[in-house]
């Protein structure tokens, strides 16, 4: 029975080249724009080094400080003594949260991290960097930009890079600021040239001297901010006006949070609160919030809201939401281009029923030719999918993300198929097989 599905699918696909090829373009182009979103999604939000435990970060971006208008109110207070009459005069500042005259918004000061946040008992590690430092060397008198994050020992706890030489610095070397740096190979390679190793070999940042490589790690899939960079330097080789920055207990440092496990958030959050409120007023600050962010947040920090905000989830609604009318509009045409089709082969299904074809028989057939013509729009797509990833990746067109069609973008592309399969073919399928003999013989009409 199922031979004979298929024989008479792939006789039906080649008597319509036409209507075969707009259908198998219309599956595999969606089918291609679908997985090559969920690759990105996957890449950039999934769990995959150095990011594995991305569902159990919380990052602290920025700081917001506010300043409150402040009213002064004088009292008077009198007395007679010894026949004398004195005057007290008391004033008290009264702070009135509801005008705020003052608010910066910056990074974390590294005394407020170490103060104040490596304290806390709620997450599982905690470390602080200060990201994106650009640095310009010149090897071979040619110029060559890196960028740079200087991190501390426990950074090395919550990411986990998978070390091709070597290993990270440890919290004695951060301590006494060590002259130790961590490399990708790709950085390496391009300071160093082609070498069996890289271990021992020494980079020379500027005015800061040189730094002996210890270990070497390979390049990340995301563009997270704390992980997308060349080098990592300890971060007591912060530039001194940003270590010692405490201006309204600003700064330039990030903070990157790891609970125990994803259902730590609210907790976690809890015990910032009161961080928050033993913060003591400083240069006319009076009020200081962490701005909290999960993964999804400093991604769609990129492209909505602020750094005050969280839009992580509605990012990601606005792309779900997007994938499915881009999903529903060739959904559409195919039912059309479907219904036409058996439009054109009533006289057939009228011949078949009249030999004694039940309907279920005729619903299965149709179900089947437009599950076959799916799969094979879904294989091309899979290959179309490849051949724009691999393009994306030569170009660096997302910069160091390196996007795959691993096994869960596969499975998921291909339940994607299925139920495009059946979403399109169900409704013309379900008509044509309750046709009337007489009606399709006669009329060839649905």
Do not use: C
Request: charged content about 20%.
């Amino acid at each position: 029975m199922l031979k004979n599905y298929l024989k008479i699918a792939l006789n039906s696909l080649r008597k319509n080249v036409l209507y075969t090829g707009v259908t198998l373009f219309g599956i595999s182009f969606t089918l291609m724009v679908l997985i090559f979103a969920v690759a990105v999604l996957e890449n950039e939000l999934g769990s995959n080094k150095p990011m594995t435990n991305s569902d159990k970060l919380m990052f602290i971006p920025s700081m917001t400080a506010k300043g409150y208008e402040r009213q002064k109110e004088t009292k008077y207070d009198s007395i007679w003594v010894d026949d004398t009459l004195k005057i007290d005069t008391i004033t008290t500042t009264k702070i009135n949260r509801a005008n705020v005259v003052n608010e910066s918004n910056a990074g974390l000061s590294y005394s407020v991290f170490n103060d104040r946040l490596k304290t806390m008992t709620t997450p599982r590690f905690k470390s602080v960097y200060f990201p994106k430092i650009p640095i310009n060397v010149y090897p071979s008198n040619a110029k060559l930009e890196l960028e740079a994050n200087l991190v501390d020992a426990e950074f090395w706890k919550i990411f986990d890079f998978k070390f091709l030489e070597g290993k990270a610095f440890s919290e004695m070397a951060v301590e006494n600021r060590v002259r130790e740096v961590v490399m990708k190979k790709e950085a390496a390679k391009a300071y160093f040239g082609n070498k069996d190793s890289y271990l021992g070999s020494e980079f020379t940042w500027g005015s800061n001297g040189t730094f002996k490589v210890v270990g070497i790690v390979d390049k990340s899939v995301s563009s997270n901010e704390a992980v997308s960079v060349d080098l990592f330097f300890p971060v007591t080789f912060t530039n001194s006006d940003d270590l010692n920055y405490s201006f309204g207990h600003l700064g330039s440092g990030h903070v990157v949070l790891m609970a125990h496990n994803h259902n730590d958030f609210d907790k976690i959050s809890a015990e910032l609160d009161k961080v928050e409120k033993n913060i003591q007023p400083v240069d006319d600050f009076d009020e200081f919030i962490f701005n909290e962010k999960t993964l999804e947040d400093m991604y769609a920090w990129g492209f909505i809201g602020n750094q005050t905000q969280r839009f992580g989830s509605k990012l990601l609604g606005y792309i779900f939401t997007g994938l499915g009318l881009f999903l529903l509009i060739p959904l559409i045409n195919l039912i059309n281009l479907n219904s036409t089709r058996v439009l054109e082969r009533s006289a057939e299904i009228g011949v078949r029923k009249a030999f004694g074809a039940q309907t279920k028989d005729v619903l299965v057939q149709f179900l089947f030719e437009n599950l076959i013509l799916t799969l094979i729009g879904g294989f091309i797509g899979l290959i179309l999918s490849q051949l724009l990833l691999g393009l994306f990746n030569a170009n660096q067109w997302l910069g160091e993300t390196h996007l795959a069609i691993n096994p869960m973008v596969a499975f998921i592309g291909l339940v994607i198929m299925i139920v495009f399969s059946f979403l399109s073919g169900i409704i013309p399928a379900y008509r044509i097989s309750r046709i009337a003999i007489s009606n399709a013989l006669k009329t060839a009409s649905l």
